[in-house]
C-alpha cells in the first residue's frame, strides 16, 4: 500500500509478519502483533532493522506502555473510517506515554481525516489502494486552524484566543 509520511509519499522498507511467519533477516524491519511480541520478545528485541508493534484498535496502549522503547512504530489499525479510536490511542502514545517514534495508520482512513491524525500524534499513514495520494498531501493545506489542541502543531483557536487575552492585558 502506499504510504504518506509528513504529505510526502514515501517507500516502505517494513514487513508486517503474521503470528506464524518466520522472521526475515536481522536488518529487515518488522511489524508484529502485540500477541506475537508477547510471545517471541527475547528473539524480537534489539534488531538491527527496527522492531515495530500493531495495535489493533481494541488494545489498549497501557498493553504495551512498559516496552514502548523497544518501538520504532505502533502501527493503529482504523477499521473503519468512522472509528475515532486509533486518535485517541495516538494522543495516548504522545501525550501520557511519552512515546516519540513513528505512529502509523493503518486501515480504513480518508483524506480528510488527515489532518486530524496528524494533530494526534500520527507520523504516517498508510493510504488505502486505489486512493490518490495528492488528495492526502493536499489534505495538510486546506485547513491552517483548529479549534483543538494538537500535539503536533499549530495553536489552536482557544489557545490563540488565550494568548491575545493575554498580551492585551498586559
Known sequence: MPLIDSGMLVD?????????????????PVIVSLARFLKDRASLVGRNGGLGIFLASSQHPKDIADHLADFALVALDFPKFRDGRGFTIARELREHLGYRGVIRAVGHTLPDQYLALVRCGVTQVEIPEGRDPALWAHALTEISTAYQVSVAGPLSMARLSRHKTTEHAA
Request: glycine share 6%.
Open 12 to 28: 516502505d522498507a517494513w514487513v508486517r509478519l503474521g503470528d506464524d511467519d518466520a522472521l526475515p533477516a536481522a536488518d529487515v
